[in-house]
């Protein structure tokens, strides 16, 4: 939001709190459903396939259309928004004398055109009184001023707006999938199901994705910092339009025809909405098959190894086993009602 809406990180920051109460409400939301109703794991399973396909209905409209154009800036954007695609233009005749600076990013507003330079030296300015810039050598007025122009985009408020939704239906998954999943494998597999979806998510998700989405943000900069000795360093400005498609969709171009694909996120969380769905399917016919209820739990679901323990401990009989197996299962239906 700071570099599609330019705004300073502060208040970025604080908007991206407003938009974590979605995810606060979309898990203790579900929480409270299946504290309410007792969804089967299959069910579980169903609502959060639903919840992704709501997540796309809402967030792929709202990075599309309620985000800004491009703020005009002198030799990166023309007027309308649009990257220029001549980089000597930033370096002209008005200012080729002045040998400006490539690591610092101090902008400059020219009221009158609505442009935003650089830096003062790439406008050609040479003095400055009262916050302002005169004798500018690249502008017809000679003056301008600190910071940005102000460009014409009213949409922050509906884009944070969409978004409480968007990280609402993004977590909502977080307490219902582990349920189902857990609800779902025998007693003796239980951590090492938990192990290996921790495993899943690290070596899928929270490893290669921030260095894979740093890659496809650095991709839209288009002026970076660089000091005297050529090392790039922070990026100074995004192309807002570069930004949009690395978060929502991906353009890929050739001399012959165009093909647009989902972003990495987008397509992640569309394979995870098929997964959903297919175990939804899954989980559905075994119920149908088995009629056996999610927190129903039998006897050879518990390890092998209880039985025996109970087997030796006052040397009872196997029968004896059983029974006390069927009422320790009893027991923790009872709890889990509870």
Known sequence: MEVEFFISASFAGMLGGICCLGALAGVLVPLWLMNCFRPTSSRCLFFCGISSILLFIVYIPAVIFLTCKNQPIFGLFDSEGIPISDESIIENDCNSK????????YPVCDISTNMTYITPCNAGCSSFTNGTFQNCQCIESGDLFEDRCEIDCDTLWPFVTCFVFVFAFLYTPLPLAPSAVMRSVPQRLKSFQMSLQLLLVRIFGSIPGPILMGMFIDRSCVLWQVDQDGN?????????????????YFRKFSSLFRVEILSLALSMKFIGMICYFAGFEILRRRENKTGKKDNQVEPHD????????????????????DTELENACNMSLASTSL
């Open 98 to 105: 002045c040998d400006c600076q490539t690591d610092i990013f």
């Open 232 to 248: 790039r360093g922070s990026c100074f400005v995004y192309d807002n339009r570069k930004m949009v498609e690395a978060f929502c």
């Open 302 to 321: 518990i390890d092998d190894d209880n039985k025996e323990n109970l087997q030796n401990e006052d040397n009872i009989t196997p029968n004896e086993a």
